[in-house]
């Protein structure tokens, strides 16, 4: 315990020195009684006290589970412990103990009795302050930290009337005086010409906005005329369509009464020709009704398989527009020449298969038309676009805004396409075949069509040519990854590990359920039963013995413990396994079940590829669920530590000697990393940075050490990943809102 700051004198405390010597421990300490308390346990021990080689006997508790209450029991021995500034010896004091060092010490005796000592001799240690001080001891602090360590800090003065001080003060306020009176004609001088300026750029604005809105009222009313004059074209072709059908039934009857006018004149009427008429009537009339029977029939199968398939047309073309809209969304914010290319592919795949889908779906010509126009004019963007991008060029202001003007059409084409979907029955369905107007799909599509007319517009009025959801983690390696395929430990190994894992779960019965080969990770399989008949299933890696997965199907039907609290069960589990440098970066809270994703964390980086996901029942604060094969390939693949089988009884020794090495990411083509500022003007100027961070992703094949950027754009947030070498942008992630998942950044 180091005491600072007292007339460049220091002192060191008698319990802080000799608590990390050896020192032989006493007969009364090792008669020392022991009593417990449900899980509280109580010690007799023997605590040094100030005076070196004098001992005191003394009662302490351990075996708390939560710091709260051990934080209480410490607060009734030592009233000025975390409590904010107190008073000592007449000096104001804090004393504040470290959360993470009372966690080891509620259950740790030897740690605890090392805390109380030196807890106890606060006091004392003032007085010494005092008594050892040149001058007038104003205040003090002691802190103990999270490894134990003691800091003692104390500030005096040699002014104790405070005459120096008061002077001092005095002159200060003077000066502060002084330059805010020049702060203030400065701030005056300078409100002055604001609003000189204001008064101008106001008068300038006014004439631009004159001008402004006779521009978009024009352009408003030749956008009205545009539309009614495509409507009245659609109108006019369909009552066209109209006449033209009423001709040609007019045509028809006429064919039919001019035969039928022959026919009575070339046969004069007679009993003979009656009596066979009426035979060949009746004949006709049997064979006709056979026929019109099996017909039916097969005329509703056949209505029934048309239905099947324009319903199943439907629903494909909803899925390919919301693909669109999702590379439409990220291509408005994407400024990477790689990103961009790989979007605007996908894009034109995309659109070209919604216009293959939309032929499968029997809408009118008018609608067809003009749904396909806008996706070709979609997939014509994408094309100019790609063209722009081979050549070297860059997406100009007019292309953001075509793209924009895209996206806003598509949108409301998704969602028609969805209500459409989702509110479908096979009623509407039916009256779609029998008739095209008059009904809900009918009216759906006439929306379809005039939004689709409106992308049209759009195109002539703004000129110009004008993505992945997935997680930056990626997946496994595969076949090329670092596969856990070597037979490392046997089966009976397996189980013994299983058992150590699992060693709070109360496990009544093991079971060996076979193996696992796969190309992601070889590995043994347990089924256990608990004490109360609940379930679980455990993946042992063959390689190490490490815990690759499990499942413990134990119902939560309360909320015992918050996420906080859920969060911190997580990681020391993790820490428990011997996964190390874990940082938790997502949680989705679902009913009474918390699912945590963790990455590798080393030098502030974090490796997206080495995740380990980790799911926490609410109601018991206990883990019922792991993930961990991501992690097995690619950190061993790198090189990096992996977790033993034995995590549970590792030494300290032990585990500094399995500390991860720094991942090596795979560099580019310059030898060295540009800084964040460089990184950060390959972003699109859309966008505004929230946080960044480094990165290492999965791009394919290849790892790739990034910039994270994370950035908003309008109502979207967005993840965008710029090479920490090249300074190119490489991927661009969105992030999709859900019920109960978010980042914890």
Known sequence: MAITGINNSSYTSYYASNYKNTVKKTDSEKDSTNTKDGNVTTSTV???????????????????????????????????????LTSMQGIP?????????????????????????????????????????????TNQSYMIDANGNIIETASCTNDPDGKIAKENAERKAKENREKEEKIKEKRAAKKAEEEKAA??????????????????????????????????????????????????LKRKQQRLENRE?????????????????????????????????VGA?????????????????LYELTGTISDVDGDLSKARVASGRQTQSELFTDLLVKTRLAESTLEKFPVDSETDVNMTAFLNRTGDVAQGILEKLRAGERLSENDYKTIDTLYAVNRKILAE?????????????????????????????????????EGGIAEENEGGIAATNGSPSGNSTGKEGAKQGRRGISSAQAEEACLKYFADYDIAEIMYAGETESEKIDAFNFSMTDAQGRKIYAEIAKENGA???????ADCSAKNFDIDNALTIAENYLDFLGYENMTAVWVNESGVNATFLFVYEENGVAYYPDSV?????????????????????????????????????????????????????????????????????????RLTVLSSRKAVIKKGERERLCYEFACSYGEDGYFVYVDAFSGEEIQVNRVLATAQGQYLR
């Open 613 to 685: 996901s980790v799911k926490v029942c609410e109601e018991r604060g206990k883990v019922v669920g792991l993930t961990a094969v991501n992690y097995l390939n690619n950190h061993a693949r790198r090189g990096g530590h992996m977790p033993a089988g034995t995590a549970a009884e590792e030494t300290l020794e032990t585990a500094a000697k399995k500390q991860p090495q720094p991942a090596k990411p795979l560099k580019g083509k310059n030898p060295e990393m540009i800084g964040e500022d460089l990184a950060e003007k390959a972003l699109n100027s």
């Open 199 to 248: 008064k101008k750029r106001a008068e300038k604005s006014a004439e631009r906005k004159e001008t402004r809105e006779a521009r978009a009222k024009r352009l408003a009313k030749e956008k009205e005329a545009r539309i009614a004059a495509k409507k009245e074209k659609r109108e006019k072709k369909y009552r066209l369509k109209l006449q033209r059908r009423d001709a040609a």
């Open 417 to 453: 396409l969805t209500e459409l979907s989702e509110e479908l029955s096979d009623k509407d369905m039916a009256m779609f075949m029998r008739d095209k107007a008059g009904n809900k799909v009918y009216e759906h599509f006439r929306n379809i069509e005039n939004y689709a007319l």
């Open 93 to 137: 004091t804090t004393v504040s103990v470290s959360s993470a060092f009372l966690q080891k010490c509620m259950n740790d005796p030897e740690k605890a009795k090392y805390l109380e000592e030196n807890l106890a001799a606060i006091p004392d240690c003032t007085k010494d302050t005092i008594n050892g001080c040149l001058g007038t001891v």
């Open 261 to 293: 006018r022959r026919r009575s004149e070339n046969h004069a009427p007679g009993f003979g020709g009656w009596l066979a008429a009426v035979i060949s009537l009746g004949v006709v009339t049997l064979a006709l009704g056979s026929v019109v029977t």
């Open 547 to 553: 815990l690759a997965g499990f499942d413990y199907f």
């Open 46 to 84: 023997e605590l040094k006290t100030s005076r070196p080689g004098v001992t005191k006997t003394e009662q302490i508790k351990t075996g708390y589970s939560n710091v709260n209450d051990y934080s209480k029991y410490l607060q009734g021995k030592y009233h000025y412990m975390n409590i904010g």
């Open 297 to 313: 029939v097969r005329m509703n199968q056949a209505n029934m398989a048309l239905s099947t398939g324009y319903r199943g047309a």
